[in-house]
Nanobody
Framework: QVQLVESGGDLVQPGGSLRLSCAASGFTFSSSVINWYRQAPGKERELVATSAGGSSNVADAVKGRFTISRDNANNTVYLQMTSLKPEDTAVYYC??????????????????WGQGTQVTVSS
């Protein structure tokens, strides 16, 4: 089964750092698009970072502070966060878009979400 499990969320002080992890299974990880989203209370879910093939991108709000990376050998995606601000407080979700095998040469597309991990930036 396609599965994404986030971890690493915590309570940190402003200016602190945190690394979130997303462990993936059940699909062809290396060829899949992996995204990090976040949703703060009362706000719409927003895209934070994307990893697709050999390229990556982060949203303007976190540019210069957050970095997305992936370890294809271990089917894990990371969101490295530094210089955290109170406005970064949110539930962070891992999202994958890709395919999984249903037989020789046959694949089915999917979109999957993790359960989310809470990041709280406060003094």
């Amino acid at each position: 089964q396609v599965q994404l499990v986030e971890s690493g969320g915590d309570l940190v002080q402003p200016g602190g750092s945190l690394r979130l992890s997303c462990a993936a299974s059940g699909f062809t990880f290396s060829s899949s698009v992996i995204n990090w989203y976040r949703q703060a209370p009362g706000k719409e879910r927003e895209l934070v970072a994307t990893s697709a093939g050999g390229s990556s991108n982060v949203a303007d709000a976190v540019k210069g502070r957050f970095t997305i990376s992936r370890d294809n050998a271990n089917n894990t995606v990371y969101l490295q966060m530094t210089s955290l601000k109170p406005e970064d407080t949110a539930v962070y979700y891992c999202n994958a878009e890709g395919v999984y095998s249903i037989g020789p040469g046959h694949y089915k597309r999917f979109t999957s979400w993790g359960q989310g991990t809470q990041v709280t930036v406060s003094s």
